[in-house]
């Protein structure tokens, strides 16, 4: 007699099963412009950088942000998530409590501050209530000082135990969304022109990744002064539509 099967016990070649599929479930709920951290509260000094006519169309804004992801808060925070990510995965309490301390001291401003740490915080409380696990108790306990977001999130990744990759680009395309949706609304700009923004950046984000990817926390820098400066006027500016 012939034994037949079904879709169920053979999966189409490349299909996701089990562990991979959860994974990207959870990435996408959680970097979702729905998962409630308030992310849309923010624009990391683009809206001072309007204002001040530093950025006016899609070119400018797609030229300050590939500035901000590879030699600004992009990579810095791209290497926080990073450094994590492997400090909970090895049950390296201090070296978790050391990245937790560094990155919360290393915005450059009150505003930017408020914004990660807020931001963090609202990652973090969230996943405790819908997303918990075993040992995400235990290694956000390690933090005795604020968890900023980009440290938020490679903690529950890797609670979850996440692969890192895929975790670290997900963020970074987040971050870089959500900056473009403060543009287009600012600038403004349309839909389209915003997804010619994104889509142009996709090489940007997979170079700060990789660069990232092998960086120590001694190769933590930046070097967008503008940017800087931005979130610093942000705070007297006299109309403001954003936070930060």
Known sequence: MLMTTTSREVPEPGALMGGDAAALYRLLTWLSPAFPVGGFSYSSGIEWAVEAGDIHDAQTLRDWL???LADGSGFCDGVFLLHAHRAVEAGDHAALREVAELAAAFVPSRERQLETVSQGRAFVETARAAWNCPGLEQALARCESPIVYPVAVG????????????????FLHALVSNWISAGSRLIPLGQTDSQHVLSSLEGVVAATAERARLASLDDIGSATFRADLASLRHETQYTRLFRS
């Open 66 to 68: 590939a500035a901000m």
């Open 155 to 170: 903690i529950v990744s890797a609670a979850h135990a996440i692969p890192l990759d895929p975790t670290l680009h997900a």
